[in-house]
């Protein structure tokens, strides 16, 4: 496949940066690749390992003659970016971001985009716990969606291209409008991860389940958990201040639907259980009959021998 943008700038070399310059080289899909980070140290490992064709200093070197901008460090930082590379965008460019939270970052990144130069918000629904640059991987986004927020005044072209990267670096598209990305993930994504954090956070302030139990026993459902939990603090601070809104009505959400399951125990009431239950098993058959995960045992897990 020919290149579909000669030049890409990669802002911030983490998980999901990393894994587009993975993908992107795969198949060949960027003449050249330019990344930097905010972090020395990120710079170093990210040369070290060739993570990108250049590595540079600052945000007003990569985006030089960029045709696209990909913006993927924090939620709460893409405001300073982009005022940052405003001045070095070239006309005809395209600014993109990777953000979990597309409301606030709208508001954040557009004021500064100057005329000529496209700005379409993205979000790849594709991550693991892990961060930093030897995280990426290639195949990342194979079969995972990656949603596209264009407003009415999105240059089709532009919106065209970015489709088609991200669709040959695997990925399903769809698109959808802010305020709505950020509800849907709030009950997919973000509310999870809180409620991730606390069960976690139960468990540690929990002490007649001392933490070599925790550890040694996790086999269970909590071992998911931890999972979850472990993934990057800073990323994950900012979403929830940035999608407040949303989260904050599905954790209420969350709430009724808790205090209705704890009145059924102690009630004793195995019907409305038993029927709650069943309704959330649906939910599970229809995301591994979507392909998003596999009904293997132990989700496709190889257990290891004590």
């Not at 050249?32 to 990120?42: C, L």
């Not at 990267?165 to 695997?170: F, Q, R």
């Amino acid at each position: 496949m020919s290149p579909i943008y000669d030049r890409v700038a990669l802002i911030g070399l983490g998980l999901i940066a990393g894994s587009m310059s993975h993908a992107m080289r795969r198949a060949d899909l960027a003449g050249e690749i330019v990344g930097t980070a905010r972090s020395p140290e990120t710079r170093a490992i990210a040369e070290e390992i060739g993570l990108c064709d250049q590595i540079v200093a600052t945000n007003a070197e990569a985006v030089e003659d960029a045709d696209l901008i990909v913006l993927a460090v924090p939620v709460g930082a893409m405001g300073a970016v982009a005022a940052e590379i405003a001045p070095h965008l070239k006309p005809g460019a395209t600014v993109t971001d990777v953000g979990s939270v597309k409301k606030a970052v709208v508001e954040a990144v557009a004021p500064h985009i100057p005329e000529g130069v496209h700005f379409i918000p993205a979000h790849p629904l594709a991550g693991t716990e892990h961060s930093g640059p030897r995280s990426g991987f290639a195949e990342l986004f194979e079969n995972r969606w990656c949603l596209i927020v264009p407003d009415e005044n999105t240059d089709a072209q532009a919106l065209d291209r970015l489709t088609c990267l991200w669709e040959a670096m695997g990925s399903n598209v769809e698109t959808m409008d802010a305020e709505h990305h950020d509800l849907v993930l709030a009950v997919t994504s973000h509310t999870p991860h809180l409620i991730a954090y606390t069960m976690v956070g139960v468990a540690d302030d929990l002490r007649r389940v001392t933490d070599s139990e925790v550890i040694k026993f996790s086999a269970a459902g909590f071992r998911d958990f931890t999972r979850i939990a472990a993934s990057d603090p800073t990323m994950w601070r900012d979403v929830f201040l940035s999608n407040k809104e949303a989260t904050l009505e599905i954790l209420g959400r969350f709430t009724e639907e808790l205090f209705a399951l704890q009145r059924a125990i102690r009630t004793g009431d195995g019907d409305q259980l038993f029927d709650y239950f069943t309704r959330t098993r649906a939910i599970r058959r229809g995301i591994i009959e979507a392909g998003q995960d596999t009904d293997a045992p132990d989700f496709g897990r190889v257990a290891k021998k004590p």
